[in-house]
């Protein structure tokens, strides 16, 4: 059972450049959500989907796209990357609203 | 008034000690309260949910306070590896969904 998986672990970009953060979850879990987290600090929401086909944007949305067409994946784009996207990004799944959320191992992110 | 606030800590412990944390949250509401642990650069992982009877799990200890809006965290004789950090999660103020605290960073110590 894999649970939340998340791909890549690491990368650099450049500043400008494109990238998707992969996201997918075996748990059938309606909810999906990205944070993220910079060091020394708390988690931050950036977007959220309650279903396939719904999306809504959390605390720090700009500078960030998803979709979501299945139940299984919420991949995140980044389109012009910027320093100030330099984090680590965690998906997470979760059965309910008001459920435990499950979280991947995160993507350390890097722009230079 | 942020939605739910936690003292950042550092906790500096020795091995052995008792030590509690509580975590304040503003939406009255509420009915979903966990705790998660996090280690450093490493995911967040739940460690127990919070029950309105309070609840126990070996060496820790939740409990819910619905007048003072707070839950509580006590660890027992904590060991080396109970260091990290201690998140705070409960229903936000629009109801809709689950929100985190900053977390409460613990150290124990030799």
């Known amino acids: 059972n894999a649970g939340v998986t998340q791909t890549p672990k690491f990368r650099i970009l450049k500043i400008g450049q494109s990238m998707t953060l992969q996201c997918t979850q075996d748990?059938?879990?309606?909810?999906m959500y990205w944070y993220r987290q910079d060091p020394g600090m708390g988690l931050k929401l950036i977007y959220y989907s309650v279903g396939a086909g719904i999306t809504d944007k959390g605390e720090v949305p700009n500078g960030y796209n998803v979709s979501r067409s299945t139940t299984e994946d919420f991949p995140l784009r980044l389109e012009l990357a910027a320093p100030s996207q330099t984090s680590v990004y965690f998906c997470?799944?979760?059965?309910?609203?008001?459920?435990?959320?499950?979280f991947g191992n995160g993507t350390r992110l890097t722009v230079t | 008034r942020k939605e739910v606030e936690q003292d950042p800590g550092p906790f500096n412990v020795p091995e052995g000690a008792t030590v509690a944390f509580n975590c304040t949250y503003s939406n009255s509401a509420s009915q979903s309260f966990f705790w998660y642990r996090q280690d450093c650069r490493k995911e967040p992982k739940l460690l127990m949910s919070v029950y309105s009877s309070g609840n126990e799990d070996g060496r820790f200890t939740a409990q819910l306070n619905r007048a003072s809006q707070y839950i509580s965290l006590l660890i027992r004789d904590s060991k080396l590896s109970d260091s990290a950090t201690y998140l705070c999660v409960v229903t936000n103020n629009a109801g809709n969904m689950l929100t985190f605290g900053g977390g409460t960073r613990l150290m124990v110590k030799p």
């Open positions: 997470a799944s979760s059965r309910a609203l008001d459920s435990p959320l499950h």
């Open positions: 748990m059938n879990h309606n909810y």
